[in-house]
């Protein structure tokens, strides 16, 4: 039970962050895609896949930086 706690509380926070990135609508839509595309679709989708990672990546790391969220960073910037 030691080692489920402790892998509970190194995967935890990723796991909160990747059930929050993939909501319902990217469940309804990947299946709605798959039904209407089939499989043309699926070089398009890893490479978004790439892409969003890094997106995820800043803005985390600029909230923690900075104290503020990304929105209110682009909302600073605007003014």
Not at 42 to 54: E, G, M, N, S, T
Request: hydrophobic content about 40%.
């Amino acid at each position: 039970m030691k080692v489920f706690d402790s892998l509970k509380k190194q995967l935890g926070p990723g796991l909160m962050f990747a059930a929050a990135s993939v909501g319902v609508s990217h469940l309804v839509q990947s299946t709605r895609s798959g039904a209407s595309f089939g499989l043309e679709l699926v070089p398009l989708i890893i490479l978004v896949c790439f892409l969003k990672y890094p997106t995820y990546q800043f803005s985390s790391t600029y909230a923690q930086a900075t104290g503020s969220s990304l929105l209110y960073g682009y909302r600073d910037i605007g003014r």
